[in-house]
């Protein structure tokens, strides 16, 4: 899977729109779209945020497992 495939299975695992991931991040949906779908690249600080919901779910997950 490409970075994106997998950013977007994790979001859905966590049930949360691309609206919803967004605003948790402090972006608008649009932006958060761009980013998932490659157009734009995610900040640390956003993989971070990423990174803290996934691993509610998988709490040894990284931020390479999520992103690279």
């Known amino acids: 899977l490409n970075m994106y495939n997998k950013v977007r299975g994790y979001r859905n695992m966590l049930k949360m729109s691309q609206e919803k991931l ?3 991040l402090g972006i608008t949906k649009q932006t958060y779209h ?3 779908v490659g157009k734009l690249e995610f900040k640390i600080e956003e993989m971070k945020k ?3 919901l996934v691993a509610e779910i998988f709490p040894n997950i990284t931020i390479d497992d999520i992103f690279f």
Do not use: A
């Open 34 to 36: 761009l980013k998932e």
């Open 50 to 52: 990423i990174k803290e």
């Open 22 to 24: 967004g605003d948790y």
